[in-house]
């Protein structure tokens, strides 16, 4: 194959010159989804285009304005191009690396949002949509679905701080459902089992009062640092119905045993 495509090469070169080499080895590669060598080919059409040599690799500093804005757009084309093909194929480390320097964080979003978790791109998953910022409720999700709550508590704590308020309260919205469906549940089967039927408060609150012996020196239904972390970060939530769950976990809380108490 690669002496067939030499061979085509040669022929477009003696046709068309290197315009026509350039286009005709940029659609084989597109072809063949080799998109890492599909990006050299590329920035040696830009080059070209711009009317520098085909491996010209100076920064850019000596060249006209004209020049110059031709090769950054150019660059940048070719980034777009390459990380969308990289993503549309489910390369999410390898698109994501291309388009970083676009800027257009809502592109990339939107073609991570057609790939499908899996064991074997979970990792690059977390990294490209909560480290790196590009979705970071998703990102968190995949945390919580997958690694558990603790670690994701561990996750807040260590990336969100970083991120601005608005993707720091759609994870925090995300923890305090969870754990909060997590509590509910529990203490649910616990008071069904007491009183033999299936109860039908909606709330915490409702679950646990007069239920006379529930909580002693060592009763709890959930990790009781969970409840306490996740409080905590709800302090930054304004929606309503959120900052109601999160008084109804309070609630609970104030019902533990003093050494369940955090400050």
């Given amino acids: 194959m690669a002496d067939s495509l030499f061979e085509q090469l040669e022929q477009q070169s003696t046709s068309g010159g290197v315009d026509a080499v350039l286009e005709h080895l940029i659609s084989s590669l597109q072809q063949d989804k080799k ?15 711009a009317g520098l040599p085909l491996l010209y690799g100076e920064s850019g500093d000596d060249l006209d304005p004209k020049q110059r804005t031709l090769l950054e757009d150019g660059l940048l084309g070719a980034c777009r191009q390459v990380g969308t093909g990289l993503l549309e194929d489910g ?20 073609l ?12 690059e998953m977390v990294e490209v949509l909560l480290q790196e910022g590009v979705d970071p409720a998703r ?20 990336v969100m701080p970083q991120k601005g308020k608005a993707d720091q309260r759609a994870v925090a919205q995300l923890l305090l459902r969870h754990v909060h469906q997590e509590l509910f549940t529990n203490v649910k089967a616990d008071v069904a089992g007491r009183q033999d039927s299936e109860p039908t408060a909606t709330t915490l609150a409702e679950l646990i009062a007069d239920q006379e012996g529930m909580f002693g020196e060592h009763s709890y239904h959930i990790d009781t640092t969970h409840l306490a972390s996740t ?8 929606n309503e119905e959120c900052l109601r769950l999160a008084l109804d976990l309070t609630q609970y809380g104030q019902e533990l045993h003093e050494q369940f108490q955090y400050d």
Avoid at 231 to 238: C, D, G, H, P, Q
């Fill in 112 to 123: 991570i949002d057609k790939i499908e978790v899996q064991d074997d791109n979970i990792d």
């Fill in 231 to 238: 409080t905590r970060f709800s302090r930054i939530l304004e």
């Fill in 35 to 49: 998109h890492h060598e599909l990006f050299e080919a590329l920035k040696m059409q830009v080059r070209h285009r």
């Fill in 139 to 158: 990102g968190f999700s995949v945390v919580l679905q997958n690694y558990g709550t603790c670690n994701a508590i561990t996750t807040f704590e260590s």
């Fill in 91 to 110: 390369r999410v480390s390898e698109g994501w690396m291309y388009m970083r320097p676009v800027g257009d964080v809502a592109a990339a979003r939107e």
